[in-house]
Each structure stands twice: as C-alpha cells, then as structure tokens.
C-alpha cells in the first residue's frame, strides 16, 4: 500500500508573485493524483513536526528564525531566493511532518511505501541556513528520525532533483549511517556536489553535462549510484524526488521525460525491496513547469504503486 501525506497548509506558503516556487506546484500535484489511477492511494493529513525532530538536524538559531517566521501581512527574505509570507512556518513544520510520520508508518508496518506531496521544498537547507526555496531539509528529518526513534544503522537517501542537495550533504556528511546518494546537473546552483565530495564515503556526488539527456541520467545511476547503494545496503530509502531535469523545465538544462522518471522510481523501489523489505519514503522537491511537474509525479507515483 501507498500512503500519500499532504497538508492544506503547504498551500498556504506564498513566497510571492513571480516566483517559481509557487502553490500552484502543489495544486498541479494534487489534481493530477486525483484521478482514477490512483483511488487507491491512502490519504493522511501530515502532521506538524516536532521542535526535537528539527533539533536532530537544524541549529537552534535556524529554527528560532524559520518559527518566528513572517510578521502578518509581510514578507520575510531569508535569501534572495528563499522568502516566506504569513503562511510559510505552518507549512514547513508541516513538510517536515509528513517525512516523518511516512517514516513512522512504514518502519512501522502500517505501510510498504508513502509518497510526501508536500512544500516548500527541502534538500538545500542546511543545518544553519534556509536556502534555494527551503526552510527545513525534509528528508533529513526524516533520515535522522529513522537513526534515533528506530534505531536504524543504514539509510539511504537517494536524490534525482536536477540540482545538488547540499543542504543534506552539509548535515550528513560525518555521519556513516546515512549514504546520500546525487544526480544532479554540473555546473548549476548551488555550485556544490562535485564527485570528490565523498564524506567520510558515504557521499556519492554524479554529475550531469547540461543537454545530458536519458542516456546519461540512466548510466549514471545504473553505472555509479546504484550499485553503490546497493553495496550499503539500506535499512530504509529515502526520496528526494526532484523532478526539474525534466526537459520542459525552466531551471536548468536536463533533457529527461516522464518515463526516466518511472525508470529511477522502479530502480529504487527495486533497492528497497532487495534491502530493506521494500519500505521506501519519497517527498517532494523541485519542478517547476507545472505540466510537466503533473506529468512526472503521476509517474513516480505510478511506479510506487505498482
């Protein structure tokens, strides 16, 4: 079974007019999994996270600043990409939440699989700073949730979003429990995940030639990441599933369609069941055609179902 968390808040994240990193992304989402294909899925609301999950992964300092949040009515520029409204902390406590309680259930038993459509996104923020349209990491919440509420000893998180999740290789590289494993455009924002960032090894960084296309993104994983992931051999495989190397896409220069996009998800899920009983967690990171976004987590979510 597939659990699908989502929260009314994560519409409420309105960094303002003009900025890609819009509800509509959200909205696209939802409408898409809406239809018949997926009648199945089951549907939770994410619950908030907790100030000791972030804790596990965010300074005091960062938190204090994402929590204060927005006064009403105003905008908040953390960055000059990163900006919250009014609506911007519920949301991202939210965001964070769902990873969490997908974490919950399928370490749990309650689930095999759990899709998080949730934003903003996450994998840019650091232990220290909100960054590149994030204010929490996500995913690393929820890495560092399965490290010390189940005793873990190996986690994997697996990132396909076009751009590098520095912000989850800042918080894990010196931890050998969580392998992260990157594909990602070079050179693009934020000019970090050159393939000699290796952790303490357990940091596998592929780079992408703008104009790459399928070719390359498939040989990547199939000759690089994978096996390496599957050399780990995960208790648990986290997703940040990043969907902005899509062709149509207006942030970088990636060349893949919807079907590398079911690709990777079946290499993944693959992964899982050969290592960790299948449990797999994904959540939602970049994308930003809202066409092409619909399109291509119908068929992530698709190859999870299946």
């Known amino acids: 079974m597939l ?16 900025h890609v990193e819009r509800p509509a992304r959200l909205q696209a989402i939802l409408r898409a999994l809406d239809h018949d294909r997926f009648a199945a899925l089951d549907r939770l609301e994410a619950p908030p996270v907790t100030r000791e999950q972030l804790l596990r992964v965010h300074g005091a300092a960062h938190l204090s600043e994402v929590l204060l949040g927005a006064p009403a009515g105003e905008m908040l520029a ?27 259930a399928v370490l749990g038993g309650a689930a095999l699989r759990a899709f998080c459509a949730v934003r903003p996104p996450g994998h840019h923020a650091t232990r220290e700073r909100a960054m ?51 594909s990602h455009q ?15 090894g357990n940091i596998v960084n592929g780079t992408l030639s703008p104009g790459a296309g399928s ?43 919807n079907e590398d996009y079911a690709w990777i998800t079946e290499r993944l899920a693959a992964l899982a069941d050969a290592h960790a009983g299948g449990r797999l967690v994904s959540t939602l990171e970049g994308g930003y055609d809202l066409a092409a976004l619909a399109t291509s987590v119908s068929a992530h979510v698709g190859a999870l179902v299946e």
């Open 132 to 182: 590149g349209f994030c204010l929490f990491n996500n995913v690393a919440v929820g890495a560092a949730h399965a490290l010390a509420a189940h005793g873990l000893k190996r986690v994997a998180i697996a990132d396909f979003d076009v751009h590098h999740g520095n912000g989850t290789q800042d918080i894990f590289e010196r931890e050998p429990r969580v392998l992260f494993a990157s």
């Open 215 to 257: 070719h390359e993104f498939r040989e990547l994983w199939d000759g690089v990441l994978l096996p390496r992931l599957h050399a780990f051999k995960p208790q648990l495989v986290l997703v940040s599933a990043g969907f902005d190397a899509h062709c149509n896409d207006p942030l970088a220069d990636i060349r893949l369609g």
């Open 78 to 104: 953390l960055d000059q990409d990163t900006v919250m409204g009014p609506g911007s902390t519920e949301a991202a406590l939210r965001a964070a939440g769902a990873v969490v309680a997908a974490v919950d």
């Open 186 to 200: 070079w050179p693009l924002y934020p000019d970090s995940g050159r393939e000699d960032e290796r952790g303490v």
């Open 3 to 18: 659990r699908l968390y989502t929260h009314p808040a994560c519409l409420q994240h309105d960094p303002g007019p003009g």
